[in-house]
Each structure stands twice: as structure tokens, then as C-alpha cells.
């Protein structure tokens, strides 16, 4: 991953800035630049090597008095580019961000509509002042908020903003700033006209435009593996791209000493492709003892998040202080789109939808804050198929009746999309979903509760929940903690989360106190 950074006040200096960005480093380790802009605006740009491994790929790109710097992959970018050169355009580079500036003299701020992207953009006009824009669905990070004489700053990372006197937010998914105003351009969640195709039609769909999803992700000219959990969306993931690829994949997984789960389905998938695998297995130690790290690096206090992030954070530190991997595919996003444990109780279809579209636009605040945080923050990019955006689109457009569970088996449409033609050990392809913190191991939640309930022990735990606002406010000694050490970090930055993270509590069954699926009456064979 990189940063980028861009704030058109007067009150950061060059030096002040390069201490700020010491803070991110480690998300573009390999070279840093700042430029300034329209007097005294800064633009900064931290790089990870991707695309164009030269130096002369090094952002901000300046180019007809434009200033640019973009985090993110522009798919199919070898095509614009050449479609752009046809019309007079010259490159300098091989980098894919070098296309956005060019894009953009061609279809000004329509060109976001346009981008098959994962991405976050800063850019500077002249003629219209400073621009940013994020992809529809977050995948990469961006933030933004005000400085006390009301010039606005923008950041792949909140923690960049910390110079800035009020409230920290998330730039918005599928939106553009331009003239001191957010404009949407895109909502994912948005269905227009519902699919009501066969079956068969259906889950060939799914599957067609799933493997173009993987294929694309496989262009970089940096090293690129796998974490493969051993679940039905990474092994999917593992699956295609090893039939696209030339020679072995190398793929990753990690698990607790003690009762590591999914690590044994790890080593089936790994097998069954012919991947090189690596196992790492983790202490209660382990756990604890980047608990404040963690959080830390994803400016979060949510639940679900931060468990989950503990196993992908520890495996993805181990990757990059042992091997030369650079980008990372992982297999985030399916259960938004195909439904989790607790979407078995939703009472109709149409409710199952609402609750799907409700997960996707908040995708960039929970799961793909986790993959980006815990990939970047160890010196990787993360990439990530089911979030695709022709994907996403189709999925979330297919009958929400034909989605629900009806057959005992989640996710049924995917599974029977590759159910002919080997793609997975049928032990796989209708293992039962387990939630990667649970399958890392049970130990690590329950480590993790337990550690807790030490620390507040003797103490009115529930008393010290009511400090915080309803949105948000701790309920658990787990949720409290998490919350504390946010609040050490980002001190009244709390409405950067929409919340914690919960099976909606309007349906019958799902009115729990813990996120996990093991409190469902449901869970059933998940985890074993």
C-alpha cells in the first residue's frame, strides 16, 4: 500500500509534515515526496513499488499544471493507456497512476464513474482547487477533516490528521470533493433492477466474472501471494488464480498452537492446488502482546475488527520480515454479498437485501479497513476479487430469494458456481462458515475475554462503559479495553466507526451480546 496526503492550509510546515508521516512509513517504505501546491498547499505521497518499479513511477505526478498522487491498482490501465497515447498522450512511467491525471483532462471528476479501480486520489487543479475521490466501496483507506481556520486535509490514515483541531471522518465510498463540496458518483449498494435468471445462468455468472475478478489482480510486477484461511472465499480465491498462474502459488495461513481450526483446511486446499505453503501458528501471548499495536494501526475499537485483524496482523508481519511478498490476495467481501451465519434468520428476502446493501456500504469501516491496515502496516498491498466491483454490482442485483438460505448450506449460489470441474475438495466447498477469529483458533476470543475480565476485575466495568456515547458505548470488560486503548490514540475520534460491528438485532435470534456466530443457535458443525 501508499499514502497519500494532501492539505491546502497554512498551518503545517515541510518539517512538520515529515514528522507526521513517520507514522506511516510502513505503508510506503521504498521512497517519499512532498510537493507543494498553489502556494502553500502540501501534497504527499509514500511509496510501496507495485506497478512500474522505477523510479521514475514515483508520485506525486505533475504534468499541465496538474498535481496528482493516487494509492490504489487502475485495472485494465495497459488498455488506457494505450487508448490515451493514440490521442497524443505521453508517459513517463510504468506506473498504473500515471493514467490519472490525462483521465481526468478528458472526462474532469466523471472520470471516477469511469475507473475499474480500487483506489484513493488527491489531486490539484488550478482552475478547480484541490480534488479527492475514493472507490464505491473503500477498499482503500482515505480520511479527511479541518483545520481551525476551515482548509480541509485529506490522509490515507487518521493518524496523519492529528494536527487538526476537530473531528476526524472517513472520506465517504463512491464519492468526489471538488469545490468544497462531496458529490456521490456511485452507491454500491444501490440495485436498480433485480436479476431473476435460472439457476444455471446465475452461478455461471458468478463464477465467469469471479475469475476475471482474480485474473485481473494478478498483474504486478512485485511478488504476489495468498492467505488462504482454508474457508470456502480464500480457497476460491487460491483456486482460480493457480489455474492462471505459471508455476506455484504461494499461499499462507495461521492458527493457534493450541486448537488451531482452520489451519488443517488450509493444508487440504494447499495440497489439493499444489501451493507453497506456509503455517504459522500463534500463542496467547501472541495475542495479547500486540493487542495495543493493533489498534493503534487500524483506528478502530469495533469488536469483530479487531479480533479478527490479531490472527491476519500477526501472519502478515510474519510474511514480510521472512519472504519478499509484496501484494497480497485475500477473500474479504463474500459474506456481505452471499450472506453470514446470522442473515439465516433474516425474515424475508426483502430484509436479507436490505441487510447485504447495509454490509457493503459499510464494508470500508470493518473488513476491508482490516485487510488494509493489517497488509499495509506490514509493507504489502492488499487485493481483494469478491470486492469487485462488476462483482459486487452482479451479486448484489441477483434475487435476494435466490441468496437467502434454503438449503442448510450459506452461500449456496457460490458454492454450486464451483461445484463441477475440481475447483475445491468437496470438504471444502460445503465446509460449514466459521469466522476467521474463531477459526484461527476459540483460544484467541477467548484468550482475548479473558485477559479482559483479569484487568477489570474488582472494578465497576459497567459504570466506566457509560462514559462513552450510545453509538458505540462499550458493553462487554473485551469491549471496553478495545475502546480504552482506541481512545489513548484517537481521543474523541470515535464517529470514524459507525459502531460495533453486530448480527442485527431486529431479527428473531440474533439479539446477542457477543458478534461471534458461536452465540447463534445456528453455528452448528461452523469452526470444527
Excluded at 513517520?22 to 501534497?43: A, H, N, W, Y
Excluded at 494509492?71 to 488498455?79: D, L, P, Q
Aim: hydrophobic residues 35%.
Amino acid at each position: 500500500m501508499c499514502t497519500v496526503f494532501a492539505y491546502e492550509g497554512r498551518l503545517l510546515t515541510i518539517e512538520d509534515l515529515e514528522k507526521l508521516l513517520e507514522k506511516t512509513r510502513r505503508r510506503g517504505p521504498d521512497s517519499q515526496r512532498i510537493v507543494r501546491f498553489g502556494g502553500c498547499g502540501l501534497m504527499a505521497f509514500q511509496r510501496l513499488s507495485i506497478m512500474g518499479l522505477d523510479e521514475k513511477g514515483m508520485q506525486p505526478f505533475e504534468k499541465d499544471g496538474i498535481t496528482s498522487c493516487t494509492n490504489g491498482e487502475i485495472y485494465g490501465f495497459r488498455k488506457i493507456r494505450r487508448e490515451l497515447e493514440e490521442e497524443g498522450v505521453s508517459f513517463c512511467s510504468g506506473s498504473d497512476c500515471e493514467t490519472i491525471i490525462p483521465l481526468y483532462k478528458k472526462y474532469s471528476c466523471g472520470m471516477f464513474n469511469r475507473l475499474d479501480a480500487e483506489y484513493a486520489t488527491v489531486m490539484y487543479d488550478p482552475e478547480k482547487g484541490l480534488i479527492a475521490a475514493r472507490d464505491p466501496i473503500g477498499i482503500r483507506p482515505l480520511f479527511y477533516g479541518y483545520d481551525r481556520e476551515g482548509r480541509i486535509a485529506f490522509a490515507s490514515e487518521a493518524r496523519l490528521l492529528s494536527f487538526l483541531d476537530g473531528e476526524i471522518l472517513p472520506f465517504p465510498p463512491g464519492f468526489y470533493y471538488e469545490g468544497g463540496v462531496f458529490h456521490e458518483y456511485r452507491d454500491i449498494g444501490h440495485v436498480g433492477k433485480f436479476v431473476t435468471d435460472d439457476i444455471e445462468t446465475v452461478t455461471k455468472n458468478i463464477r465467469e466474472k469471479l475469475i476475471a475478478a482474480v485474473e485481473k489482480r494478478l498483474d504486478s510486477d512485485a511478488p504476489l501471494a495468498f492467505l488462504l484461511s482454508g474457508g470456502l472465499d480464500s480457497s476460491l480465491v487460491c483456486s482460480i488464480a493457480a489455474r492462471k498462474t505459471e508455476g506455484r502459488i504461494r499461499t499462507f495461513s495461521i492458527g493457534m498452537e493450541k486448537d488451531a481450526i482452520d489451519a488443517k483446511y488450509a493444508r487440504l486446499v494447499a495440497d489439493h492446488l499444489g501451493a507453497e505453503h506456509t503455517e504459522v501458528l500463534i500463542t496467547p501471548e501472541d495475542v495479547t502482546s500486540c493487542l495495543d499495536e493493533v489498534i493503534y494501526n487500524l483506528a478502530t475499537y469495533d469488536i469483530t475488527t479487531i479480533r479478527a485483524s490479531i490472527g491476519m496482523y500477526l501472519l502478515c508481519r510474519h510474511i514480510h520480515e521472512n519472504t519478499d511478498v509484496r501484494v497480497l490476495l485475500t477473500g474479504e467481501v463474500s459474506d456481505e454479498l452471499f450472506g453470514y451465519k446470522y442473515t439465516d434468520f433474516a425474515p424475508d428476502a426483502k430484509e436479507f437485501e436490505k441487510e447485504s446493501q447495509k454490509r457493503v456500504r459499510e464494508l470500508h469501516a470493518y473488513d476491508v479497513l482490516r485487510a488494509d491496515r493489517c497488509i499495509a502496516d506490514n509493507s504489502m498491498e492488499a487485493r481483494v476479487p469478491f470486492g469487485d466491483l462488476g462483482f459486487v454490482s452482479y451479486v448484489l442485483s441477483i434475487d435476494p430469494e435466490m441468496k437467502m438460505n434454503h438449503t442448510g448450506h450459506g452461500k449456496y449460489l457460490l458454492r454450486k458456481a464451483f461445484e463441477d470441474g475440481d475447483w475445491l475438495p468437496q470438504k471444502i466447498l460445503w465446509r460449514d462458515k466459521a469466522a476467521f477469529s474463531d477459526a484461527v483458533g476459540h483460544s484467541l476470543v477467548e484468550d482475548l475475554k479473558k485477559y479482559a475480565m483479569d484487568l477489570y476485575d474488582g472494578t465497576d466495568w459497567r459504570k466506566e462503559c457509560l462514559r462513552y456515547p450510545e453509538k458505540g458505548r462499550p458493553f462487554t470488560p473485551e469491549s471496553l479495553l478495545y475502546r480504552t486503548i482506541f481512545e489513548r490514540y484517537y481521543p474523541g475520534q470515535g464517529g470514524m466507526i459507525p459502531g460495533f460491528w453486530m448480527p442485527n438485532p431486529g431479527w428473531e435470534g440474533c439479539k446477542v451480546d457477543d458478534p461471534s456466530a458461536r452465540v447463534l443457535s445456528n453455528y452448528g458443525g461452523s469452526g470444527i
